[in-house]
């Protein structure tokens, strides 16, 4: 570089000297030579002449239409026991989609209900039980109140009239002489009244009033303290019962509430892959519902500033150009997602009608950086940068004339020449081009890429049957049926043998027969005041003998059978007398109803809404197609814990039967069985078609040499969509009928 920037000084200087006719001779001849020891080494004779073309800084991505999609989670921890909707099938708004295990929630419930039971009870057993200790003691108070008051009523006088006063002289003569201090009858000056009498009835009255007053005082105590107590026992009673009993509705609410619903209509487009009795953590996406009328675009993520400097971003569906609008992702939540682990992807959205588009559609992205349009400019290789810039060297005769130029944007094939030289000027290239006498054209046609798996069929949708025998002890004997076998509704899948427990059988024989002894009692003491007491004991009653009848069925059960009708496909490891716990786990049966061919989806190739055609060989050998239809989403459309490694193929129901005809081949095992998977992905139709063998890429740039109408040879860069191993489709860039010749 600094050798070639050299020599254009020396020749400029050489110019400039032999113009003006001055200098010394010694000099020119010393400049003369310079510029011949620096002549580039390489160059050869090869160049190419200035001319407008436009040029393209683009990026591709590739995008899939992806319907408007609501993930949805339960709020707390659950044990799931079943969806309610798989992928592919419509669901209304309010639908039921997946239902948590309540077996748990039952399990408090009834625990709850006990509780209530024995509080009720234990409370009308205390509560009669008072009452029936009072009754003697009230009517002896009413006794005791009658004695005292009649008492009272026979009250004697305490005191006796008193004695005459003794009297003497004329005071005796004249008793009714009035005293000194005026007051009839009183008695004289320096003299004491006679004390009154005690009355000795009034004394032996009061012994018994007070023995009877004090036995009807401490009688009337006890019952008030008792009856006290009583009220206040009933007061916390109802207390704890107030709150027994909603805690008890929360519980049936809870169950209630165990259920996850659709906030609006569309197609389940992915579920979790967890089974029956898994654990969900709480607020974690386990199932999701799409929108196929609104459609939105999803790609490999798009930096916000590319988006934001980018001159152009549109879409190319099926050869046609659709605008967009792009959707940027917050750095908090850019952030927050790839903590997580998640992939992070672009969204964007499809301005205008989008009739013509459907889920499942091949989009291409085109984020063009900068563009343009009849540029003047060379092929990149021929500028070059020293100190002062950059330059060309121009072709002139056998000289290569050092000219410096003013650089614009380049697209990695040509450079755009905003000033030093004009159109036609030929810039010296450091290689020469040889082109071949082969051409080909530009061709409007189709795209597509061809798509091969295989893949095994599958039944999401199940039962796993449990042993329902609660009482005694369950002895394994055998299973009726056997793995991949299809079983109706009600067959006999396994026999047990069951051993009564006789102690406990006795036990709850013995308390049911004292219950309604105490009924009787109740019933003989008078019903209509124990009424509540009776209900009370009637439901101890109906539950003993519920109990009762529980274990008497349960000891007599020798069979367990299916809960639906469907496949068999999967059963727990026993053997002959094993014991069998409540609820221990048995045999899955699966829907057959609800069937896919399921197969990796390694580079999220597929995705809804994709047609497939799936092959497969009937009884008799005979090699059958179906079509079929992906049926979730992938990963692009949904968070880290709804991606799946597989897409599930939805299958014709009429074809299902014949299919699992034959699989028989390998032995029943119908999920082992493959299938073919074929599919067209990532169509294009209506796009420019270019022959591979005509294209060359440089620097990531994909470029054709185009034959002028004067028969020149120039190299042209275009907006590559997509290429396979025979050909490009173009996004932008060439047009049809353009002559390419292959180098």
């Known amino acids: 570089m600094k ?6 000084l020396a020749m400029t200087g050489f110019l400039a000297v032999a113009a003006a006719g001055c200098g010394e001779a ?13 002549e580039p080494v390489g160059l050869t004779g090869s160049g190419e002449a200035a001319a407008y073309r436009n040029l393209y800084d683009a990026e591709v991505y590739s995008a899939i239409v992806v319907p408007y999609v609501e993930e949805y989670a339960f709020e707390e921890e659950v044990e799931l026991d079943t969806f309610r909707a798989y992928p592919g099938e419509a669901v209304s708004r309010g639908e039921a989609l997946v239902c948590s295990s309540t077996q748990n929630l039952d399990k408090q419930i009834e625990e709850l209900e006990k509780k209530i039971q024995d509080m009720e009870t234990e409370f009308a057993e205390y509560e009669l039980q008072v009452r029936e200790d009072l009754e003697k003691p ?23 009239a008193a004695p005459p006063a003794s009297v003497s002289g004329s005071d005796a003569e004249d008793p009714d002489q009035p005293g000194d201090d005026g007051e009839e009858g009183g008695a004289p000056d320096g003299e004491k009244p006679d004390e009154p009498v005690p009355n000795p009835a009034y004394q032996e009255w009061e012994k018994e009033y007070d023995y009877w007053n004090g036995r009807y005082r401490i009688t009337d105590h006890s019952v ?7 009220e206040q ?14 805690q008890l509705a929360f519980l049936q609410e809870k169950k209630n509430d165990v259920t996850i619903h659709a906030h609006m209509a569309g ?3 992915a579920v979790s892959e967890y089974g029956y009795g898994d654990g969900i953590p709480g607020e974690m996406p386990i199932v999701a519902v799409g929108d196929l009328e609104r459609k939105i675009l999803k790609c490999d993520y798009i930096n916000r500033k590319t988006a934001a400097a980018a001159e152009d971003i549109y879409a190319v569906i099926d050869g046609r150009r659709c605008e967009v609008e792009y959707v940027p ?5 850019y952030t927050r997602l790839t903590t997580q682990g998640e992939d992070v992807y672009s969204t964007l959205y499809l301005k205008g009608e989008a009739e013509n588009v459907s889920v499942g559609d091949y989009v291409a992205v085109v984020v063009i950086r900068q563009r343009r349009e009849h540029a003047l400019s060379v092929p990149a290789e021929a500028v070059h940068k020293d100190e002062s810039g950059s330059y060309v060297y121009i072709l002139d005769g056998d000289k290569n004339v050092y000219t410096s130029v003013r650089a614009g944007m380049s697209d990695g094939v040509y450079t755009e020449i905003l000033s030093g030289i004009g159109e036609g000027d030929v810039v010296r290239l450091d290689q020469g081009r040889q082109y071949g006498d082969q051409q080909v054209e530009v061709e409007m046609g189709s795209f597509h890429s061809d798509y091969s798996a295989s893949g095994y069929m599958i039944y999401p949708s199940g039962v796993v049957v449990q042993n329902p025998i609660a009482h005694g002890t369950v002895y394994f004997q055998e299973f009726q049926t056997s793995l991949y076998q299809h079983v109706e509704k009600g067959d006999v899948i396994a026999t047990v043998r069951v051993a009564a427990d006789e102690i406990g059988m006795q036990r709850l024989t013995l308390q049911l027969q004292r219950e309604m002894e105490r009924v009787q009692d109740l019933v003989d003491q008078g019903e209509e005041k124990n009424e509540k007491a009776i209900e009370s004991r009637m439901k101890t009653i109906a539950k003993l003998q519920e109990q009762i009848a529980e274990l008497s069925q349960d000891y007599q059960t020798t069979a367990i059978r299916a809960s639906q009708s469907g496949i068999v496909i999967w059963m727990e490891d026993l053997k002959k007398e094993d014991i069998l716990q409540k609820d221990r786990y048995l045999i899955e049966i699966a829907d057959e109803n609800t069937c896919y061919v399921a197969l990796e989806n390694e580079g999220n190739v597929l995705s809804y809404g994709n047609q497939v055609t799936v092959t497969y060989q009937n009884l008799t050998g005979e090699e059958r197609t179906v079509p079929g239809v992906v049926a979730n989403v992938n990963g692009l459309a949904v968070s880290k814990s709804l991606q799946s490694e597989y897409a599930y193929i939805l299958l014709p129901p009429e074809y299902i039967g014949d299919m699992s005809l034959g699989s028989e081949g390998f032995g029943g095992w119908w999920n082992r069985a493959r299938f073919g998977v074929e599919a067209r992905l990532r169509e294009m139709e209506h796009v420019l078609v270019v022959p591979r063998r005509a294209v060359r890429e440089i620097n990531g740039q994909t470029y054709v040499n185009v034959v002028e109408a004067d028969g020149s040879i120039v190299r042209r860069s275009f907006v590559a969509g997509g290429y396979d191993k025979n050909s490009y489709w173009v996004a932008e860039g060439l047009t049809e009928g353009m002559v390419l010749c292959l180098e």
């Open 3 to 8: 050798g070639r920037r050299l020599l254009g």
């Open 26 to 38: 010694p000099q020119q001849a010393a400049a003369a030579e310079e510029v011949q020891l620096l």
């Open 138 to 160: 009230r009517e002896e108070v009413k006794g005791l109140a009658g004695v005292v008051e009649n008492l009272e009523k026979h009250k004697p006088q305490e005191y006796l």
């Open 224 to 230: 008030n303290t008792t009856l006290l107590q009583l």
């Open 233 to 246: 026992k009933t007061a916390l009673y109802e207390l704890d019962h107030a709150y027994a009993l909603q």
């Open 267 to 269: 197609n389940v487009v």
């Open 329 to 333: 992702i917050e750095s908090e939540e």
